[in-house]
């Protein structure tokens, strides 16, 4: 069957979150479907769906709900028929898609390391006693107070331009991005030192986007085909496997990455109370293949050390 491709007079309709880097993540996932296929900007539009974690800046994710306030709207747009895929930054995804959502390609991954911004220092070690620290993120600030339970670490929402204003505004003399997000953002000159995941395991999928369509989208299916990075996939399905097994979300402290060798797979992953004061961490290897499975054993071993209630506020 010849593959119907889009127009300018019949655009294929790519769905993202409005903030810079979203922007970012759906004009490359555009200009990659443009050089597969050959084919004109115009013939591809970008559709801007505002979500609710946009929306509601001033509460922490999980008091109103978790990842799927960065997904729910757009989903609902792409089961509508109103968008043909929708692009995402895979560390915001929860591990289940609705029915007849499916999310099976991944773009390379970018760098996957934590960022540690600040006008002033260079790292952690040189905050001073009770410093002042802003992350919207659980898994920093238990990795956080883990390292150094002296620092006062304050929530900080918003898209990256917004965190930089906060820091220049005297709101906290450091915050933690994504290296992937500045790179994205070519922010060459943010003040920023790439944090190893040795020192801070990143989160699960960070620095991979994913893209999401409907399950019996053929078209769809052919064209994102000619984008996916297997390499990527097999890293994401280890980690992912890992978050699912242990039911993580935005409300949970959870560190993964995957990282390949030949034909092997070697898996890190780390649970930590919210307040810093436990930490629990495994490193295991596999063959490629089975990753998913090492990510399920993985964290069925880490649950078993951790007990009831490990995870709680």
Do not use: W
């Not at 922007?23 to 296929?37: H, I, N, S």
């Not at 996957?112 to 006693?129: E, K, M, P, W, Y």
């Not at 002042?132 to 006062?152: K, M």
Request: one cysteine or more; aromatic letters at 4%.
């Amino acid at each position: 069957m010849t593959l119907n491709l889009p127009t300018p007079a019949q655009p294929f309709n790519i769905g993202t979150r409005g903030s810079p880097l979203a922007l970012a993540q759906a004009y490359e996932t555009r200009k990659r479907l443009m050089t597969a296929f050959d084919l004109p900007e115009a013939a591809f539009e970008i559709c801007v769906i505002k979500v609710t974690g946009d929306i509601i800046q001033d509460r922490a994710l999980k008091e109103i709900g978790g990842k799927g306030l960065f997904t729910k709207e757009i989903e609902e747009a792409l089961l509508d028929g109103s968008i043909d895929i929708a692009v995402h930054s895979m560390k915001d995804m929860p591990v289940l898609q609705p029915d007849g959502l499916l999310l099976d390609t991944y773009l390379p991954r970018e760098d996957v390391r934590d960022a540690f911004i600040s006008n002033s220092c260079t790292g952690l070690a040189d905050l001073a006693q009770g410093a002042t620290v802003g992350t919207s993120s659980l898994r920093r600030r238990a990795q956080l107070l883990a390292r150094r339970p002296d620092l006062n670490v304050v929530e900080f929402r918003g898209n990256v331009q917004t965190r930089l204003k906060k820091l220049g505004d005297g709101v906290a003399e450091a915050t933690f991005l994504a290296m992937a997000g500045l790179n994205r953002l070519h922010m060459d000159d943010v003040p920023k030192t790439a944090i190893p995941p040795e020192d801070m395991l990143p989160a699960v999928a960070q620095g991979a986007i994913g893209i999401e369509r409907r399950g019996d989208d053929n078209r769809a299916a052919e064209m994102l085909a000619a984008l996916h990075d297997t390499p990527t996939g097999q890293r994401l399905a280890a980690e992912r496997a890992f978050l699912e097994a242990l039911d993580g979300s935005c409300e949970t402290p959870i560190g993964a990455l995957a990282d390949l060798d030949g034909g092997t797979l070697r898996l890190r992953g780390e649970i930590l109370r919210p307040d810093g004061s436990e930490v629990l961490n495994d490193d295991a290897t596999a063959p490629i293949e089975d990753g998913a499975a090492l990510g399920r054993e993985m964290a069925a071993k880490l649950l078993a050390k951790a007990g009831p209630g490990f995870m709680d506020h």
